[in-house]
């Protein structure tokens, strides 16, 4: 079993950047794919971003395109994500989230284990 616990949200305007971290404890890393999700207010949870073990394959939502990127250090026990550029619509609490194996995933149901989630304002 592995734990995740996210840091480094907070509240930024928009155009700032945020690096949001997900570090993980119990069992190595490097045997897990990792996504990033998001839910806004009223909202359901959606995909932002996903990246392998390796950190060789990845992919992102469309909505964060060129703004955002994943990436990991497996040797911290870690994944980050990089959100450049914000607007407010990127406003929400942002999850990471954990499955076994090295394929990436978009779908909340392809994942087995989820942190806490860490909240990132942007104001206009």
């Known amino acids: 079993q592995v734990q995740l616990a996210e840091s480094g949200g907070g509240l930024v305007q928009a155009g700032g950047s945020l690096r949001l971290s997900c570090a993980a404890s119990g069992r190595p890393f490097s045997s897990y794919a990792v996504g990033w999700f998001r839910q806004a207010p009223g909202k359901e949870r959606e995909f932002v971003a996903t990246?392998?073990?390796?950190?060789?394959?990845?992919d992102y939502a469309d909505s964060v395109k060129g703004r955002f990127t994943i990436f990991r250090d497996n040797a911290k026990n870690t994944v980050y994500l990089q959100m450049n550029s914000l607007k407010p619509e990127d406003t929400a609490v942002y999850y990471c989230?954990?499955?076994?194996?090295?394929?990436?995933?978009?779908?909340?149901?392809?994942?087995?284990?989820w942190g806490q989630g860490t909240q990132v304002t942007v104001s206009s």
């Open positions: 990246i392998n073990w390796s950190g060789s394959n990845f």
């Open positions: 989230a954990a499955r076994r194996g090295n394929l990436i995933a978009t779908m909340r149901v392809q994942y087995d284990y």
